[in-house]
């Protein structure tokens, strides 16, 4: 049996999953659009992808279809749940895929245009952030669905018990107050190492924060060692690394659990996770009051006031190949604009002037210079997969905590890194 | 209305209209993408892109050259010894369950549940036992063995020998009923006739039984090797494939997916069926049996 398990996963997984979806996109003829525009009255059904399972799960899409169809007879909105990006990429390749996207996190921007339309005309530019996040040439390819913003989800009584007056507000200080918390018997803060992806604010966020400068991750490209111990990706990996080396992660760290460190959080178990805004409505809803949990932006240094960095979370977008393209664009238009989801998700409201739910938000505000977030250039995205250092998923985080050595680490990242970039420079 | 179809032209309609829709299948979902496979092997495809930049053998010099790639078929070798010791096991266990012990069958089916429960549920339920605090460590310490407790998950050099033993524990009663079967279908004369020239226990078991088995074991070996080999689920599953439990086959799949290389992740592909293809013909030179089962 283990052969063919084994056989299954050589010529059916991967020839499947990497072969399968190698045809070529067939462009659909253009005598489709000339019939929907004439018979524009009839009834369109257009197909809308989301990675929210839980919603489908619990009638919430069900309902926006619902309201969709009230202010827009005649369209009837279908739902595509997806949890593996790769399924909707294969989707991508052979050229059918659903009439409203999620613009997936490994496509760069050049790649926009192959399948998405310019959503330059919705008539949404002055009125919503992080417009030009999903862009190429000129154009907007891509609409948020709402805005995230990183930093320290802590539980209050876990402060309190430790003797913990106020959030720390340098490096050293927040460096004492793990310390403290642990001399508590609590637990300073969870890094969900199993889990990668909560590890990836370590090295996508952080070093931004620490240089001050949004924009950061996207100078190292050219930088022949971004990872030494003094440059702020460096130093971001230090500090992660310091909170293994001193105990203040997990005791058990690298066999975490992500629902039970939410658990944990809310019971004060936990008193500290580096997340993002969405995570507070969760910790929440998993035992705790909403005032017993607070927001703070990472103390990433020792001077002056932190910056915390909003970007936008999933990004809507308009299929090149689909039937209905006006129906889409409207659709897109309501989810930003009428459907309630940024506040429903717990995000920043995409719209300009439209008030977050989540109270702890003012509170990190009040705390931090918010600037808004820049997109990954196409290189930093090419030279992040040819080196082979997951800065976006965590991967890199666990690699750094797995290593024996921590300098080593270091520099065996430096390595790779120039090692791919005097590749591609050829 | 008679058709004078000659009985030659019939059977080849026959054999024709039977094998058609078997080599449809086979050509669309096992040729097709295989050779889609090696032809990506030979570009940088990332995954969504309509161009395919040929790079020829870089791919595979890759492979080689990275340790990051290469060097996990480290961790394969401890799948590879947990599968040896897989076999003497479920070999052990098969002949004493063909003799007559006492609810033979209440053994029998005892020893297979492993097999039959849900492989993922199975990685669940080891992942809690593993844990610091979990039953194996806390077991341990309960009988006085507290020494052997160990951070099962988190010591590097602990972990791949934890995770070969839940694929060992999982595939065992599958190597075992394949040797039971085959050692049922020995014909009992052959014991007779060993009893009657005085042979011992032993010798019947090591000139009657053992090569008797021989095509079995050597079917059962290929199984263990190519899944020591590709060991995937248990490492994905219990660690989402972190570095230190990472196999050939878990790389593949960040290399694919994390780093959207489709092209090199296909050249790793190939490699692993090369090697596994070259390691089931040195065990069949060693172990030998003529047979051509596998």
Same mark, same amino acid.
């Given at each position: 049996m283990k052969k063919w398990v084994a056989v299954v996963s050589i010529t059916g997984v991967s020839a499947l999953a990497l072969a399968g979806c190698g045809t070529q996109s067939v462009s659909k003829p253009d005598t489709n659009a000339n019939q929907t525009g004439a018979a524009s009255q009839t009834a369109k059904t257009i197909t809308v992808l989301t990675n929210r399972t839980d919603m489908q799960a619990n009638g919430m899409l069900q309902k926006y279809s619902e309201e969709f169809a009230k202010t827009h007879p005649g369209i009837t909105v279908k739902w595509q749940t997806f949890v593996d990006n790769s399924t909707v990429q294969a989707q991508m390749n052979g050229g059918t895929y659903p009439d409203v996207m999620l613009i997936l996190p490994n496509i760069t921007p050049n790649e926009l245009p192959q399948f998405f339309v310019p959503l330059?005309?919705?008539?949404?530019d002055n009125k919503i952030y992080f417009k030009d996040f999903q862009s190429y040439n000129g154009h907007v390819y891509g609409i948020p669905t709402f805005g995230d913003v990183n930093g320290i989800v802590y539980n209050k009584t876990a402060f309190k018990k430790a003797g913990i007056t106020s959030v720390p507000t340098t490096l050293n200080e927040f460096y004492a107050d793990c310390a403290k918390l642990k001399k508590a018997g609590i637990i300073p803060i969870a890094l969900n190492y199993t889990a990668k992806w909560p590890l990836a604010n370590w090295t996508d966020t952080l070093p931004d924060v620490i240089a001050g400068n949004p924009n950061y991750l996207n100078t190292i490209v050219n930088n022949k060692a971004p990872f030494s111990s003094s440059a702020p990706m460096g130093q971001a990996l230090n500090i992660v690394h310091t909170i293994v080396k001193n105990g203040w992660?997990?005791?058990?760290w690298k066999n975490t659990n992500w629902a039970n460190s939410k658990t944990m959080e809310a019971q004060g178990k936990v008193a500290m996770m580096y997340l993002g805004q969405w995570a507070i409505p969760q910790i929440v809803s998993a035992g705790t009051s909403s005032s017993n949990v607070g927001f703070f932006p990472f103390p990433a240094t020792n001077h002056g006031k932190p910056i915390a960095i909003m970007t936008p979370d999933w990004e809507l977008a308009v299929n090149k190949h689909s039937k209905n393209i006006p129906a889409a664009e409207a659709f897109v238009k309501w989810m930003v604009l009428e459907s309630g989801y940024p506040n429903y998700a717990g995000g920043l409201p995409p719209v300009k002037g439209m008030k977050s739910n989540v109270p702890q938000i003012q509170q990190l505000y009040s705390q931090a210079k918010v600037v808004q977030g820049v997109p990954s250039t196409t290189a930093l995205t090419q030279l992040e997969n040819n080196s082979q250092i997951d800065i976006n998923g965590g991967g890199a985080v666990q690699t750094v905590l797995n290593a024996q050595d921590f300098a080593t680490a270091l520099q065996q990242f430096n390595q790779q890194w120039a090692n791919a970039a005097s590749l591609s420079g050829q | 209305m008679n058709f004078h179809v000659s009985y030659k032209a019939q059977r080849r309609l026959l054999i024709i209209g039977f094998l058609i829709i078997p080599l449809v299948l086979l050509v669309t979902f096992s040729l097709y993408p295989a050779i889609k496979l090696i032809l990506y092997s030979f570009t940088s495809w990332n995954g969504l892109s309509t161009s395919y930049p040929w790079v020829g053998l870089h791919n595979y010099m890759e492979i080689f050259k990275n340790p990051a790639l290469f060097g996990v078929f480290l961790h394969n070798l401890s799948y590879f010894v947990g599968g040896l010791v897989q076999n003497v096991i479920a070999l052990g266990l098969a002949l004493l369950l063909s003799k @007559?012990? @006492?609810v033979r069958n209440g053994f029998r089916s005892v020893l297979f549940i492993p097999y039959m429960l849900n492989a993922v549920a199975v990685v669940y339920i080891f992942q809690f036992m593993y844990q610091d605090n979990g039953a194996l460590n806390t077991i341990l310490r309960a009988v006085g063995l507290g020494g052997l407790a160990a951070d099962w998950i988190g010591n590097n050099h602990v972990i791949n020998w934890a995770l070969a033993f839940v694929s060992l524990w999982e595939y065992f009663p599958f190597n075992m009923v394949i040797y039971l079967a085959a050692i049922q279908s020995i014909p009992e004369d052959m014991y007779e006739a060993a009893l009657l020239d005085g042979a011992s226990g032993w010798q019947t078991l090591w000139y009657v039984t053992l090569p008797n088995l021989r095509a079995i074991i050597q079917v059962n070996l290929l199984l263990t090797v190519s899944g020591a080999l590709e060991a995937f689920n248990i490492p994905f599953i219990m660690t989402n494939s972190a570095p230190a439990a990472a196999t050939f086959l878990t790389q593949t799949m960040n290399v694919a997916f994390v780093f959207n290389n489709y092209g090199l992740a296909s050249a790793m592909a190939i490699v692993l069926l090369v090697i596994v293809v070259l390691v089931i013909s040195i065990q069949r030179k060693i172990v030998g049996g003529g047979d051509d089962v596998v």
């Open positions: 330059d005309n919705l008539g949404l992660a997990e005791p058990d | @007559k012990v @006492k």
